[in-house]
């Protein structure tokens, strides 16, 4: 093959390879949106304004909780460094949370059914 040829051989591969990345990329996003609906499948579907309001609900409880916790249930574990004293771990493990209050901002934003027992026997 002459130099012209060779350099029309060149421009068709690289057309060629833009095609293929091209459908490569859009097989890629499809792949990643299917997976992300095989994800979400059965879930509930809430609004993103209903999710704020969840969020914004649950965190004023943990807020709360936090607030009114007694320090003497933390447990601080210090460590020391050059010239240096720095929190290592806060156990906040003893801090109650109760489930009655969580239940109490999911029973605001869901109808909460009991399981229905699927054995039949």
Sequence with gaps: ????????KVEALRANEAIANDALSNARTQRIRAEQELADAGKPVISESVAADLVDQLSEVFSDIVSN?????M???FGLSYNEIH????DMSNIGI??????AVLE???AIEEDKDDDNS
């Design 98 to 103: 109760s489930d009655h209050d969580i239940q």
């Design 69 to 73: 916790a007694d320090v003497g249930d």
């Design 108 to 110: 605001e934003f869901f």
């Design 1 to 8: 093959m002459d130099k012209e040829n060779l350099k029309v």
């Design 87 to 90: 929190l290592e771990c806060l």
């Design 75 to 77: 447990s601080p574990e």
